[in-house]
């Protein structure tokens, strides 16, 4: 990839053009003051709205203009980026470690190089139809993972990507094994106040015998028993006294892929835009999993365990100008299913369906000083049985109001619901807009869930006698919040 | 919880009366109303200049009628072929010269917009260019400003006019510091 960029560039590199290096970036940082001591986000995550539900996040990337675009003209150009990222801000993750941060991109682009209006990129390809604000989410997004080389022709009415790549780098990084893959994005203005879009991409993990990084699956496993982290016990009471005969793993190959689509529409009336995502994605299988029996380590292979998750995501996002100039809304509604094909016996994030609607209005009191008020409710409900506990003394409660000690289901329901409210005053220097950028926000913010501490916690939840901090019942979850977020 | 009482909404009137009584600068103005010939384009992919977005015009146009100056916009149909000509900013400002139609000073103001990357969910555009402001009869010795500017826009549909909208504020701010300075000596 290095030697590839580094031609591309040794190619483009002639006429003197000075160099032009910029940085560019983000952040989201601040203070949040947590009534309840917890960990100062206001519910689980941004199916409530990203609002006060994310934590302190920063990106920065070097944007280098090896030879600068010239306006009015079909010249070569070619740029490199260099991104890192991460949510080590003071000591929030990681202990403050530089490690918490992640070089996420690094590609380097050429532009109008044998095709006009095409511009090639090689190194990281990641690339997206739009996005989804209020909750942070890009269903329509194609190559996050896949480092390759593609190329984009774009003209006024249309844009064209086709990119080829590995995904292996990203998927398994600590077991790295090549996933090829090819995609396509497409998008179409076919109306001032219409566009369409659409594409996928295909991952394939080859066979690779001998490769202990490559998809196999370990036979003889049953799946009830690994999913309980029993599958090496099972398999040994099942053979006492054969060890040495603990199967092999057989080779296979691996694959996955997503869809996406997408469908804009605005610029008439009050509507700003509005954006409609939806994907369907296989998710790529696992390659391996750990169980320790009798002292010692066992790696199984699981391809076939984890083959049959997929994921479906339904998004929209309207904006809207109500007032022009003293009031603005924006909203949002998401619709999630995951399913997994092998497991119908244990609740999961993969197996469960999930749907929100989150609504922000922004009055305008002066150019820079707003007032936003958003409000979320959502429904998150367990495919396979009880996944969430409703009460601090529900820990032996399970279906029915039974203890059930060797079963798969954790808490005494199987759906959450939340409801989320956030207001406040918002310093926006740069003028009006929703998502107007920076922002200085001063928001107060409150939850209920009928989940028992439905916030990311360290509170005590055993029920042991023994316990010496007690236990709370708690729906309510109130939040204090300083913080700021910027593109830069 | 107690409720809302007339102290609360007072302190609240005053929280937002100091809001509103903020001090503003008054801008500084011309020692009498003079006619200001203003061009504006803006540069892109494409193969000619376009007109400003709206946006960015008006908030010249407000910049130079609050120092008493007299904007005078030429159309984008008078500009678009010789600005498209003429690229560089010596051969503009001397080309408005040319062609001011009787006013005493001309402002030039030449914008360009590229795409540069998505990040975070926006895509990033860089706007950069020059504001000019001179007296007609000496298009060699105007003031000039730039302007470098990143912009994230929300939309892959939105192009140059609303990076260049995005950035409305940036301009204005150096059109405003660039008048002022002209006006200080000049005015």
């Known amino acids: 990839m290095l030697l590839s960029s580094l031609l591309l560039s040794a190619v483009l590199t002639g ?5 032009r290096a910029q940085v560019t970036g983000y952040l989201r940082a601040g203070a949040r003051p947590d009534f309840q001591g917890a960990g100062a986000t206001l519910g689980y995550w941004n199916l409530y709205g990203r609002l006060m539900n994310e934590g302190p996040y920063a990106m920065i990337e070097l944007d280098y203009d090896i030879i600068e675009r010239e306006p009015m003209s079909k010249e070569p150009w070619t740029d490199l980026h260099f991104r890192v990222e991460g949510g080590a801000i003071s000591r929030a993750s990681s202990d403050g470690s530089l490690g918490g ?52 022709w ?31 994005l497409f998008r179409v203005k076919v109306l001032d106040q219409l566009e369409v879009g659409g594409g996928g991409m295909y991952r394939y993990e080859p066979e690779g015998q001998g ?34 005969d603990f199967p092999n793993p057989e080779s296979t190959d691996a694959k996955s892929g997503k869809l996406v689509g997408y469908l804009g529409t605005g610029g008439y009336g009050p509507v700003i835009w509005n954006n409609l995502f939806v994907s369907w994605e296989k998710v790529h299988p696992q390659t391996t999993s750990t169980e320790w029996y009798e002292g010692s380590e066992y790696t199984l292979y699981v391809h076939d365990f984890t083959d049959q998750r997929t994921v479906f995501l339904v998004g929209d996002e309207l904006q809207l100008r109500v007032i022009p100039g003293r009031f603005d809304i924006a ?19 993969h197996a469960r369906t999930y749907m929100s609607t989150v609504w922000r209005g922004q009055v305008y009191i002066t150019d820079t000083v707003h007032w936003l008020t958003e409000t979320s409710i959502a429904k998150e409900v367990s495919e396979n049985g009880n996944m969430y506990r409703e009460h601090y003394d529900s820990l032996f409660a399970n279906t029915g109001g039974r203890p059930d000690t060797r079963g798969l289901e954790n ?74 977020e910027a593109w830069f | 919880m107690r409720g809302w009482t007339r102290r609360d909404a007072l302190w609240g009137g005053v929280a937002l009366a100091t809001v509103g009584c903020m001090p503003k600068t008054p801008p500084l103005t011309a020692s009498s109303p003079m006619k ?58 001397a080309w408005l010269a040319d062609n001011a139609g009787g006013a005493e000073a001309m402002m030039l103001v030449e914008l360009e917009a590229f795409y540069d990357t998505q990040i975070q969910g926006r895509m990033r555009w860089t706007v950069r260019g020059t504001v000019s402001i001179g007296e007609v009869g000496a298009p060699g010795a105007a003031l000039q400003r730039s302007v470098d500017t990143a912009v994230f826009l929300q939309f892959l549909h939105q192009a140059e006019a609303e990076a260049a909208t995005e950035a409305a504020t940036t301009i204005e701010r150096a059109a405003n510091r660039l008048l002022d300075d002209w006006l200080r000596v000049d005015g």
């Open chain 1, 15 to 19: 006429p003197a053009h000075a160099g």
């Open chain 1, 411 to 484: 808490g005494d329901t199987d759906t959450r619901y939340t409801w989320q409210g956030k207001a406040g005053v918002v310093l926006n220097p740069l003028g009006k807009g929703i998502y107007s950028r920076p922002s200085l926000r001063f928001l107060y913010g409150a939850q209920y869930s009928n989940q028992n501490n439905a916030f990311g916690n360290s509170f005590v939840e055993t029920i042991d006698q023994y316990n010496a901090f007690g236990n709370v019942e708690r729906h309510w979850h109130h939040v204090l919040s300083l913080e700021t």
């Open chain 1, 154 to 184: 774009e003209r006024p009415r249309f844009e064209w990507l086709v990119g080829f790549g590995d995904s292996g780098f990203f998927v398994n990084p600590q077991a790295y094994s090549t996933i090829l893959t090819p995609g396509t």
């Open chain 1, 211 to 244: 490769n202990v990084n490559a998809p196999h699956q370990t036979p003889g496993l049953d799946y009830e028993s690994w999913i309980r982290g029993e599958a090496v016990q099972t398999w040994m009471q099942q053979n006492p006294n054969r060890a040495i």
């Open chain 1, 331 to 349: 909203w949002g509604g998401l619709y999630g299913r995951h399913k997994d094909g092998d497991n119908a016996i244990a609740p999961t994030d």
């Open chain 1, 101 to 152: 941060f992640l070089t996420s991109q690094l590609y380097v682009r050429g532009g109008n190089v044998l095709l006009p209006d095409v511009t090639w990129q090689v190194g990281t390809l990641d690339r997206f139809l739009g996005d989804l604000g209020l909750y942070d989410m890009r269903p329509a997004q194609i190559f996050f993972e896949t480092v390759g080389a593609s190329a984009l």
């Open chain 2, 36 to 93: 200001v010939v203003l061009a504006g384009v803006l540069a892109g992919k494409k193969a000619k200049v376009r007109a400003l977005p709206e946006g960015v015009q008006r908030r010249l146009e407000k910049a130079l009628s609050a120092r008493k100056l007299t904007p005078s916009v030429l159309a984008m149909d008078a500009l678009k072929e010789p600005l498209s000509k003429r690229r560089e900013t010596p051969q503009r400002l």
